[in-house]
């Protein structure tokens, strides 16, 4: 690349802007990018942790005398499934610390209706056949309901690629912003500086090499401002990731908010924003120079 | 080496500025190109060192018609052209030295052969003390030896100049025009546009005449295509 500039792109105030317009829309690009990835990582975590686990609801437990509702014949089918690894039933103080979150610690479990849960293992590779188990479930212990938060988790995946499609959809119109952006500054250059390029256009300059200095140009502002946007990107968003622990303390309790973090890798894919941002601001001046000179005799 | 036919142009939707010129310019043929004030000498040079396509006619550089040419052929016949603009056209932000090595860079010269040359051609128009002195910092004259020393840099077929000595003492003017001969004599075609009578009497070369928008042949024109 020719990095000798024969046009005074320093007197030029059409392109004093353009870095920090890129840094802002490099700053959105990144924040949105971070959503979109920080979202596809939590789903990656709930479908991790929630594949290969059933839960077992049974109604609340019949008065003292009566039984205990089929836990055990309920227990005893799930453990004979081909399939099952273990069925572990929660005790009642385990089913009262799930909801110590939303109902807090001065309600004592012994007080509540509390339904009784059964947290089961299957092997994946192997496979349930659920639809059989969930009627030979009811048999059984009647009223008991087999949950495979599948339902759950379809449905959360599906609000989750909504928004990670409307994230990249930010990043799209963002880039297109950047485009049009670095094409109004390079015409306004093209005008501001028509002397120069008329005079090494009759010198015998070729489009080429007009278009590599405006280029030139365009990569180093975009560059520039690129990688301001990025470190206000990540001032940011460690901003945020402190603020979301904070938020997720109650106390001396951890509320169940979901994980938004960025994983080792989201963090170096980052940098590619500044760097693709400087290369669209290239090929577009690029682009935009090679279309103006064709024009010329 | 240049050729006009049924030549003529005009701009927008305006009158024509230039009608019917004819005109055969011989290799090595030395042209001085005059005519009053608005005749349109200036937008003959410019059809000549192709920054103006003609509205009608046929124009034919190095024995190609332009018009047929593609971009990157059109490139390479204007470099072998050199041009002297009347306002110099100096770019403001390089020196001396960077502006008349422009030709030399843009043809793709390694740095070494520019510095050599560009320095040598300062020294010959006397410019050796403001290698790196910005134009606006130069005087008329030593901006108008600027101009001639970066239209002459990269030994031009053809030499187009638009009043080259209006601007310097008659000693500098007559060092210029022996620069003009001196090429002339090694090959390359001349075609300077002056009001300096005087000049184009004491040198004798023939006359390109136009006047309003028409090139009139006079004797020492008709000797030079009748020769050719």
Redesign the interface.
């Known amino acids: 690349m020719n990095r000798r500039l024969d046009i005074p792109f320093d007197r030029d105030g059409s392109g004093r802007f353009l870095p920090w317009l890129i840094a802002l829309m490099v700053y959105l690009a990144a924040l949105a990018a971070s959503g979109a990835l920080a979202l596809d990582r939590a789903l990656a975590i709930w479908d991790r942790g929630l594949t290969g686990t059933l839960t077992v609801e049974l109604p609340p437990a019949p008065a003292t005398g009566k039984g205990d509702g089929g836990l055990a014949a309920a227990v005893k089918l799930l453990t004979t499934t081909p399939g099952v690894l273990a069925a572990q039933p929660l005790a009642r103080e385990e089913v009262g610390k799930l909801l110590e979150p939303w109902l807090g610690p001065t309600l004592p479990p012994e007080e509540l209706t509390l339904p009784r849960l059964i947290d089961v293992r299957i092997d994946t590779g192997r496979g349930v056949d659920l639809d059989g188990l969930r009627g030979a479930l009811v048999k059984a212990a009647p009223g008991a309901v087999l949950d495979d938060h599948r339902l759950w988790l379809d449905r959360l995946a599906g609000l989750i690629r909504s928004a990670q499609a409307t994230a990249l959809g930010i990043v799209a119109l963002i880039g297109i912003a950047a485009v049009l952006t670095v094409i109004f500054t390079t015409r306004t250059g093209l005008a501001v500086h028509r002397d120069v390029i008329e005079l090494l256009h009759l010198m015998g300059a070729r489009d080429a090499y007009i278009a590599t200095q405006f280029q030139y140009q365009a990569l180093r502002l975009g560059a520039g401002g690129g990688v301001i946007g990025l470190g206000l990107a990540l001032a940011t968003l460690a901003a945020l990731g402190h603020a979301t622990d904070a938020a997720s303390m109650f106390g001396e309790r951890t509320l169940p908010l979901p994980s938004m973090g960025l994983a080792l890798w989201d963090w170096a894919a980052l940098p590619l924003l500044p760097a693709a941002a400087a290369v669209l601001a290239m090929v577009t001046a690029r682009i935009t120079v090679l279309g103006a000179l064709s024009r010329m005799p | 080496m240049v050729r006009f036919e049924n030549v003529a142009i005009r701009y927008g939707a305006g009158p024509e500025v230039l009608h019917d010129i004819d005109m055969r310019l011989a290799p090595g043929s030395f042209h001085f190109l005059t005519g009053p004030s608005g005749a349109g000498k200036t937008t003959l040079l410019r059809m000549i060192?192709?920054?103006?396509?003609p509205t009608r006619g046929t124009v034919s550089l190095f024995e190609q018609d332009v018009a047929q040419l593609s971009?990157?052929a059109l490139?390479?016949?204007?470099?072998?052209?050199g041009?002297v603009f009347q306002d110099f056209?100096l770019?403001?932000?390089?020196s001396a030295f960077?502006n008349v090595a422009?030709?030399l860079?843009?043809?793709g010269v390694d740095e070494v052969r520019v510095k050599a040359h560009v320095t040598e051609l300062l020294e010959w128009v006397g410019l050796a003390d403001h290698l790196e002195a910005k134009p606006a910092t130069l005087s008329g004259g030593q901006k108008q030896r600027m101009a001639i020393a970066r239209a002459v840099i990269a030994g031009p077929s053809l030499l187009l100049a638009d009043e080259p000595t209006g601007n310097v003492d008659d000693a500098m003017a007559d060092r210029l025009m022996r620069l003009f001969e001196e090429m002339n004599r090694l090959g390359t075609t001349l075609v300077l546009a002056t009001h300096n009578e005087a000049l184009v009497a004491r040198r004798g070369h023939p006359r390109l005449h136009l006047d309003n928008g028409r090139l009139v042949v006079e004797s020492p024109l008709a000797r030079a295509v009748a020769a050719s």
């Open positions: 060192y192709l920054a103006e396509r971009r990157d490139a390479n016949l204007r470099r072998k052209i041009i056209r770019v403001d932000h390089l960077d422009l030709p860079r843009v043809a």
